[in-house]
C-alpha cells in the first residue's frame, strides 16, 4: 500500500508541471487529436480517447480548444502549417530554376512518405468537403508564400528561357501534389491490381524520380 501511495505521489508533481506549462499542454493534446483523427478519422475520433492518449485531463482538451470541431482544425491547421514551415527551409530562392523544381518534388514525395497522417487527415476532410477547413482564418495566409515562391522560380525560369510561357504557379504544385498522393492512397489497390509492391523501396525511389521527370517535362521550353 505504502508503494503504491509513493509512486502516486511521485507521478503528481510531473502531471501539475505539464498543466501549468500552456505550450507544452496545448502540443501535448494537439499531438495526441492528430493521432486519433489518423486513426479513427473525424467521426469516429473521442474527445475522451484523445485526453487520455495525451494523458491529461478532458477539461483542459476544452479549455484549450473548446469543442471536437475546433480541435479538429486546429490540427487540419496545424498539419499545414508544419509542411509550410518545412518548406520555407529549402532556400528555393538562390537555386536555378529547374533545380529549384527538383527541390520541390523530391521535397514534397519525402514529405509525404514521412507524414502519411497528413495524407490522412486531408483524405478525411476532402470527404467533409472542406466543411471544418471553410472555416480557418489562417488558412490562405499559409499558402500565399509557398504561391509566391513558386511563381519566383517559373517567373525566373521563363525569363532564362528555361520554362515554356503561360506556366501557373497552382497548377504547377497541384501536379507535384497529385502525382505523389494518388500513388500513396491507392497503395493497396494498385499493389493488388498490378501483382507489385508499390510501397517497396526501390519502387518508392523509382516513382520519386518518375514525378521530378514528369514535372519537369512538363515546365520546359
Do not use: C
Not at 54 to 60: D, P
Not at 97 to 119: G, N, S
Not at 143 to 171: C, E, M, N, W, Y
Request: hydrophobic share 40%.
Amino acid at each position: 500500500m505504502s508503494n503504491a501511495l509513493s509512486k502516486t505521489k511521485r507521478k503528481s508533481p510531473a502531471k501539475k508541471n505539464n498543466t501549468r506549462d500552456p505550450e507544452r499542454t496545448r502540443k501535448t493534446l494537439l499531438n495526441a487529436a492528430i493521432r486519433e483523427f489518423t486513426e479513427k478519422g473525424y467521426g469516429g475520433a473521442r474527445i475522451d480517447k484523445i485526453a487520455e492518449r495525451a494523458g491529461l485531463n478532458k477539461r483542459l482538451l476544452y479549455h484549450y480548444f473548446g469543442d471536437k470541431d475546433a480541435l479538429y482544425l486546429a490540427v487540419l491547421e496545424s498539419t499545414y502549417v508544419d509542411i509550410r514551415t518545412a518548406e520555407q527551409g529549402l532556400n528555393l530562392e538562390s537555386d536555378e530554376p529547374i533545380e529549384a523544381v527538383r527541390k520541390l518534388v523530391q521535397f514534397t514525395w519525402d514529405y509525404f512518405l514521412a507524414h502519411p497522417e497528413f495524407l490522412s487527415l486531408l483524405a478525411t476532410e476532402n470527404l467533409l468537403r472542406a466543411k471544418h477547413l471553410k472555416k480557418s482564418k489562417v488558412i490562405f495566409g499559409l499558402h500565399t508564400p509557398l504561391i509566391s515562391l513558386i511563381s519566383a522560380i517559373i517567373k525566373r525560369g521563363t525569363a532564362s528561357g528555361q520554362f515554356r510561357k503561360g506556366l501557373d504557379p497552382v497548377a504547377l504544385y497541384v501536379t507535384i501534389a497529385s502525382l505523389g498522393w494518388f500513388y500513396l492512397s491507392n497503395r493497396w489497390t494498385l499493389s493488388t491490381i498490378f501483382d507489385r509492391d508499390v510501397m517497396e523501396k526501390r519502387e518508392l525511389r523509382k516513382w520519386g524520380y518518375h514525378i521530378a521527370e514528369v514535372v519537369i517535362s512538363y515546365v520546359k521550353a
